[in-house]
């Protein structure tokens, strides 16, 4: 008797019965949002290094570029839609203005 079920076991194969595993999309990354925020990291350390930037600023400024990344990764994980790029866009704009402005003095 154990024999047999030994032998069912064993012909049924390890996956015998389990549930199939579906495919998740792979993430939808923007390349060009990777760019972009690479960029602005770049004019954060420049304008710190020249002392156009506060600590504090340059902090701030940082820490947005961190969400903007974070905010990209969780999007990407069901693939972006075109809302999803476009608010990514709209950050982003957003914080090379800031960066800009906060390095020339024209924003505090």
Do not use: C, F, H
């Amino acid at each position: 008797m154990i024999g047999l079920v030994l032998a069912a076991m064993i012909g049924s194969g390890p996956l015998a019965g389990t549930i199939p595993v579906q495919a998740r999309p792979l993430p939808s990354y923007n390349p060009a949002t990777s760019a972009d925020l690479g960029t602005i990291r770049r004019d954060v350390r420049k304008g710190r290094e020249e002392g156009s930037l506060s600590r504090r600023q340059a902090r701030e400024l940082r820490r947005e570029s961190r969400e903007v990344a974070m905010l990209e990764e969780r999007y990407a994980a069901g693939g972006l839609s075109t809302a999803e790029q476009a608010e990514l866009k709209a950050r982003i704009e957003v914080l090379r203005a800031l960066t800009r402005g906060k390095r020339l003095g024209t924003i505090k």
